[in-house]
């Protein structure tokens, strides 16, 4: 269980995500409607170097790891996963989503926060897909 004073540092580093989003144009509408229609590089760079960080700080965290617990005392577990064809319909159906709305789920609180009104109907759409996947998960293969 978290500890109460630990709240405040997430919503601070929360803010602070989505400062570095918003002044890296991750947000804009017109920066994910030109990555959709290969105009520009930005989005597919940003995109690109989350993903060389991630596999980096992996290999980091598998090279180095001398505990087998992560820092809030979870463990830590890298075993491979099968492949699924469900994976492949369910980034099917995120990037559809993400093409109609021009937003990642990701920033949906940094678009409201920067204004964007419109992104409350992305966080319930967000919502309401959770929900229909939890209700549908013991009907689906896995």
Excluded: N
């Amino acid at each position: 269980m978290t500890k109460w004073w630990k709240y405040p540092l997430w919503l601070l580093l929360g803010v602070g995500f989505g400062a570095v989003l918003t002044s890296a144009q991750v947000i804009s509408v017109v920066r994910v409607r030109r990555m959709f229609a290969f105009q520009e590089p930005h989005m597919f760079l940003v995109i690109g170097s989350a993903v060389v960080t991630g596999v980096l700080s992996l290999l980091i965290l598998k090279a180095l790891r001398k505990t087998k617990t992560d820092l809030s005392g979870q463990p830590m577990d890298f075993k491979k996963r099968p492949f699924q064809p469900g994976i492949v319909i369910g980034g099917l159906i995120f990037g559809i989503g993400w093409y109609l709305t021009a937003a990642c789920p990701g920033p949906i609180y940094a678009l409201i926060g920067t204004g964007t009104w419109t992104a409350l109907m992305i966080l319930a759409g967000a919502l309401g897909g959770t929900w229909l996947y939890g209700w549908l998960k013991p009907k689906l293969p896995h």
